[in-house]
């Protein structure tokens, strides 16, 4: 399994832009599906973004499509989420996860995710 640690949370206004950062440790970073989750107050945990090992294939949830972007550094093995045009609703703690891909199983499933960050907030003022 790997070892994950996300960085770049914070305050920021309705309309502005953050850029978080999920730093992996461990063998083989390049097998795992990497993908961010938030869980805002009262809220269960919600798939936001994924990208496979090789990084030639996203997803995106609906509500973040067009502001917020995933990318991945093999080199440094380490993912990005980039996120502009934030609104208030996208208030949350944020997750990086890990996945080794099964064919059959759904990207976007987190029971699929095995390991996880410890996770980064995420607010935004309206």
């Known amino acids: 399994q790997v070892q994950l640690v996300e960085s770049g949370g914070g305050l920021v206004q309705a309309g502005g832009s953050l850029r978080l950062s999920c730093a992996a440790s461990?063998?083989?970073?390049?097998?795992?599906?990497m993908g961010w989750f938030r869980q805002a107050p009262g809220k269960e945990r919600e798939f936001v973004a994924a990208?496979?090992?090789?990084?030639?294939?996203?997803w995106v949830t609906d509500s973040v499509k067009g502001r917020f972007t995933i990318s991945r550094d093999s080199a440094k093995n380490t993912v990005h989420l980039q996120m502009n045009s934030l609104k208030p609703e996208d208030t949350a703690v944020y997750y990086c996860?890990?996945?080794?891909?099964?064919?059959?199983?759904?990207?976007?499933?987190?029971?699929?995710?095995?390991?996880w960050g410890q996770g980064t907030q995420v607010t935004v003022s309206s």
């Open positions: 990208i496979t090992g090789s990084g030639n294939t996203t």
């Open positions: 461990g063998r083989a970073f390049n097998d795992y599906t």
């Open positions: 996860a890990a996945r080794r891909p099964v064919t059959g199983t759904n990207t976007r499933d987190i029971r699929t995710y095995r390991s």
